[in-house]
Nanobody, 115 residues
Framework: QVQLVESGGGLVQAGGSLRLGCAAS????????MGWYRQAPGKQRELVAT???????NYADTVKGRFTISRGNAKNTVNLQMNSLKPEDTAVYFC?????????WGQGTQVIVSS
């Protein structure tokens, strides 16, 4: 069973930056896909970005050029650098992982961008 723990998040002004981190435990294997999703109030959860264990990345159009996903130096960690934040980026951000066909989710971390 894979467990995901997020770090980072908080309150920032529009145009500012935040960095989210996520660490996975419960497996000795390299997790194939890790990523971030977000859910704003009253909206469905949506993809932000994913990265494979080979470094292939995928971004939502709304964050391309502003957010960067990367694998951490420690095994099964992933980071999300968020720059030029906008009020519409306000949401709960969830770390996600796909491992041997199963999907896992973190508890979520709140990001609030004030205008």
């Amino acid at each position: 069973q894979v467990q995901l723990v997020e770090s980072g998040g908080g309150l920032v002004q529009a145009g500012g930056s935040l960095r989210l981190g996520c660490a996975a435990s419960g497996t000795g294997f390299s997790i194939n896909i890790m990523g971030w999703y977000r859910q704003a109030p009253g909206k469905q959860r949506e993809l932000v970005a994913t990265i494979t264990n080979r470094g292939t990345t995928n971004y939502a159009d709304t964050v391309k050029g502003r957010f960067t996903i990367s694998r951490g130096n420690a095994k099964n960690t992933v980071n999300l650098q968020m720059n030029s934040l906008k009020p519409e980026d306000t949401a709960v951000y969830f770390c996600a992982a796909t491992h041997f066909g199963d999907d896992y989710w973190g508890q979520g971390t709140q990001v609030i961008v004030s205008s």
